[in-house]
C-alpha cells in the first residue's frame, strides 16, 4: 500500500523556539495533505487542509500564524510550529491521499509528539 | 452538531469472543464514505475497514466486518475472534462528498471520539 513518512517521530524544544515537521508520500502524488492534531486519549482534530502549490485551509480556531503550513510538492508537506509554548506539546499527524487511482483510503504517517518544555 | 459519534469511551472482551464497536454518524450528502481505524500506542493511523454509502453489501476484511445500517446512520465494527494485539484505540471516521474544484473538503475526513478496546486473556 502507499506509504506517508512524517518526521521526526518526536521532538523536544524550548519554549520560543520553532519546530518543522515534515510529511512525505513516499511513491504516490499527492496534491492534498491533511495535518491533525490530538491530545492524549482524544480524537484527531483537523488542523488545515494542504494543498500543493496554494494556500493551506485552516480549520476555525486554528492559528494561521502559528501553525505554518508549506506543500511545495506533490510529494512533501511541512508544518512549523512557530514560537512553541507548552500548551503546543500534542501528537501531530499527517494524511494523504493517492489522487490517482481508485483507493478510497487516506493514509496516515508515523506522527509527530511534540513537547514544549 | 457532532457528525461522528463514538459513545463508547471504552469496551472490554475476553481473548476468542467477538466484540462490536459502535459508531454513528449525521450528514445530509448522498454520497460518503465511513472508515475504521485502530490506533495502538505507537500512535500510527492503521487502517481497517471503508464503507461506501452507495455499497450494498456490508464490507468485510479479515476478521473486521463493517454492520452497515444506512437507515439508521450507524455504521458499526465488528471483530470476530479477538487477539490480544487488538488492544487498542479505535476510531470511526466520516468523509462526505467531493466538492467540486478548488473544494477544501475533498477527502477530508472527521473523526469520532473513539473507543478504547482491551482485550483480556
Known amino acids: 500500500g502507499a506509504v506517508v513518512s512524517q518526521h521526526p517521530s518526536w521532538v523536544i524544544c524550548k519554549s520560543g523556539t520553532s519546530v518543522k515537521i515534515e510529511c512525505r508520500s513516499l511513491?504516490?502524488?499527492?496534491?492534498?495533505m491533511f495535518w491533525y492534531r490530538q491530545f492524549p486519549k482524544q480524537s484527531l482534530m483537523l488542523m488545515a487542509t494542504s494543498n500543493e502549490g496554494s494556500k493551506a485551509t485552516y480549520e476555525q480556531g486554528v492559528e494561521k500564524d502559528k501553525f505554518l503550513i508549506n506543500h511545495a510538492s506533490l510529494t512533501l508537506s511541512t508544518l512549523t510550529v512557530t514560537s512553541a509554548h507548552p500548551e503546543d506539546s500534542s501528537f501531530y499527524i499527517c494524511s494523504a491521499r493517492d489522487q490517482r487511482g481508485l483507493s478510497t483510503e487516506a493514509f496516515f504517517g508515523q506522527g509527530t509528539r511534540l513537547t514544549v518544555v | 452538531a457532532q457528525k461522528i459519534t463514538q459513545t463508547q469511551p471504552g469496551m472490554f472482551v475476553q481473548e476468542k469472543e467477538a466484540v462490536t464497536l459502535d459508531c454513528t454518524y449525521d450528514t445530509s450528502d448522498p454520497s460518503y464514505g465511513l472508515f475504521w481505524y485502530k490506533q495502538p500506542s505507537s500512535g500510527e493511523m492503521i487502517f481497517l475497514i471503508y464503507?461506501?454509502?452507495?455499497?450494498?453489501q456490508n464490507a468485510t476484511e479479515g476478521r473486521y466486518s463493517l454492520n452497515f445500517q444506512k437507515a439508521r446512520k450507524s455504521a458499526n465494527l465488528v471483530i470476530s475472534a479477538s487477539q490480544l494485539g487488538d488492544s487498542a484505540m479505535y476510531f470511526c471516521a466520516m468523509r462526505e462528498g467531493v466538492r467540486g474544484a478548488g473544494g477544501t473538503s475533498y477527502g477530508k475526513l472527521t473523526f469520532g471520539q473513539g473507543t478504547i478496546l482491551t482485550v483480556h486473556p
Open positions: 464503507q461506501g454509502s452507495y455499497d450494498q
Open positions: 511513491d504516490f502524488q499527492a496534491t492534498t
